[in-house]
T-cell receptor, first 116, second 113 residues
Framework: KAGVTQTPRYLIKTRGQQVTLSCSPI?????VSWYQQTPGQGLQFLFE???????NKGNFPGRFSGRQFSNSRSEMNVSTLELGDSALYLC???????????????FGPGTRLTVL | GEDVEQSLFLSVREGDSSVINCTYT??????LYWYKQEPGAGLQLLTY?????DMKQDQRLTVLLNKKDKHLSLRIADTQTGDSAIYFC?????????????FGTGTRLTIIP
């Protein structure tokens, strides 16, 4: 079974621009979560989507948004980019998004965003 | 509140056992996870333990959970050079049916030949 895929793997943008990142979950998984990883803040939870609905949200400004399509693929958008948005953005998929013995999150390789 | 802490660095000789420690503060955690991140890669789920278990063993990996002290550890037996990575512990908290993972800062494991 193919794993979680993220595109693009690397991205360079300038301040003020916007960016869209894509995540394709493992087949059959309905929950997709997004995380930001930076050296200073570590791994932080952005939001989770389940059946095309945002179900949970972390403490990030409204510039960070996302959506999920009917095939469970998800996109994350960051508008008005700032230097501090440079990070590795990871997405993770799971079957239901609820904790259970088998329903754990599986991560993609990430998209490394650099803001100049 | 949610706070997960780990030591930042650990160095171990090849062939020895590595023990990576983690403390968490939220007693309502349901699952606790260990992830491995190699350079330039995403996170790989290594193992997990349900909060009502004390120990889980999976080949070279042993997870110990002390729920009273909110302390989690990962022991890697016979550490190899391929074990060099950053190891993250994470706690899973279910809030009104929603799950959120909170990660520790990560422990960078370096293997000494």
């Amino acid at each position: 079974k193919a794993g979680v895929t993220q595109t693009p793997r690397y991205l360079i943008k300038t301040r003020g621009q916007q960016v869209t990142l894509s995540c394709s979950p493992i087949s059959g998984h309905r929950s997709v979560s997004w995380y930001q990883q930076t050296p200073g803040q570590g791994l932080q939870f952005l939001f989770e989507y389940f059946s095309e609905t945002q179900r949970n949200k972390g403490n990030f400004p409204g510039r960070f948004s996302g959506r999920q399509f009917s095939n469970s693929r998800s996109e994350m958008n960051v508008s008005t980019l700032e230097l501090g948005d440079s990070a590795l953005y990871l997405c993770a998929s799971s079957l239901q998004g609820a904790p259970s013995r088998t329903d754990t999150q599986y991560f993609g390789p990430g998209t490394r965003l650099t803001v100049l | 509140g949610e706070d997960v802490e780990q030591s930042l660095f650990l160095s171990v000789r090849e062939g020895d056992s590595s023990v990576i420690n983690c403390t968490y503060t939220d007693s309502s955690s349901t699952y606790l996870y260990w992830y491995k991140q190699e350079p330039g890669a995403g996170l790989q789920l290594l193992t997990y333990i349900f909060s009502n278990m004390d120990m889980k063993q999976d080949q070279r990996l042993t997870v110990l959970l002390n729920k009273k002290d909110k302390h989690l550890s990962l022991r890697i037996a016979d550490t190899q050079t391929g074990d060099s990575a950053i190891y993250f512990c994470a706690e899973s908290i279910s809030n009104f049916g929603n799950e959120k993972l909170t990660f520790g800062t990560g422990t960078r494991l370096t293997i000494i030949p």
